[in-house]
């Protein structure tokens, strides 16, 4: 089975990219991806972690924002990990994190919440990139919530009053640097209307000029009718279909591999990439 969309402890996911990857070997994991929110900081441990016939797909989850205010996650793999310019925008996005989780707070503590940015250090492990989930495990410590999924309910949903944005890239730009580091681009779960506002149908178009390779339609966060009008923009534009589970360890009820790419969709997707960064042991 291939998974390309996953996450470890260097974002929000609570496995240690060791544990992850051991993961998908004791499940007989074909193709793994890692793919951890603006950052490529748990490539060097998977990698070294690697062992028998699991291959791996290393790459970054890159949080966008549209002209329009819309949340995008565009999923990069296979991409030059040493591009100056693709690692500066993470750089940039990762930086942002904090002053956006800083009002997320403030916004809280003016409604009489007890919780402080040293209560989100405090859960968070040393050198992640910070999220709402590590605010959600601050809120469990804490008693005032229950687990990350009650948090995302309400307070932390992206229509949540407390909800901030942080400075990222539009989708056209994470996709163009994507491609200029030689690797592929692929839109994660982009009709998860649960979460909030989504894309259009007739946004895909300037998506795939600026070189969008591919398009996450099996993910628990679209329904069947999601994923059919998916499949349709897919069909009509030439992506490459792919399905993923998105898993975060403990973090989301998303267990490994519980959605997956066919073997042929994955050929072809790693055929767009400008050279074979797939990591074999
Ligand atoms: P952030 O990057 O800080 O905006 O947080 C985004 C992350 O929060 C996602 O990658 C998920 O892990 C998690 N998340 C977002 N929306 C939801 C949701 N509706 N339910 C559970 N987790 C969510
Ligand atoms: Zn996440
Ligand atoms: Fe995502
Ligand atoms: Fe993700």
Redesign the pocket.
């Known amino acids: 089975m291939i998974d390309l969309h996953t996450?470890t402890t260097c974002s929000?996911g609570t496995d240690s990219p060791r544990q992850l990857v051991n993961k998908a070997i004791a499940q007989g994991l074909e193709v793994l991806g890692v793919s951890d929110?603006d950052t490529t900081s748990g490539w060097e441990e998977a990698t070294q972690s690697l062992r028998g016939p699991l291959k791996l797909a290393l790459g970054a989850e890159i949080?966008c924002l549209t002209t329009d205010g819309v949340?995008v996650?565009m999923l990069g793999l296979l991409f030059d990990p040493k591009h100056p310019e693709l690692q500066r925008v993470l750089e940039e996005t990762r930086d942002g994190?904090l002053p956006r989780m800083r009002a997320m707070i403030e916004k809280m503590q003016a409604e009489g919440m007890d919780i402080s940015i040293e209560d989100v250090e405090r859960v968070m492990p040393v050198g992640a990139t910070m999220?709402?989930?590590h605010l959600a495990d601050a809120l469990v410590a804490k008693k005032i919530i229950k687990s990350?999924?009650e948090a995302?309910v309400d307070l932390l949903?992206?229509n949540s009053r407390f909800y901030v944005s942080h400075l990222a890239p539009t989708p056209v730009d994470a996709i163009t640097l994507i491609r200029r580091a030689g690797g592929v681009a692929v839109i994660a779960h982009p009709f998860a209307s649960?979460?909030g506002q989504i894309l259009k149908p007739e946004d895909f178009a300037d998506l795939v000029v600026a070189g969008l390779n591919g398009v996450e339609v099996d993910h628990r966060d679209q329904n069947p009718d999601e994923r059919a009008m998916l499949r349709v923009i897919a069909d009509e534009l030439d992506l490459v279909i792919t399905g993923s589970s998105d898993y975060?360890g403990t973090?989301?009820l998303n267990s490994l591999a519980e959605n997956h790419t066919n073997r042929e969709q994955w050929a072809k997707l790693e055929s767009q990439a400008d050279a074979r960064r797939v990591v074999s042991a």
């Open positions: 996450h929000d929110h949080s949340s996650h994190r999220g709402r989930p990350r999924d995302f949903h992206n649960h979460r975060h973090g989301k």
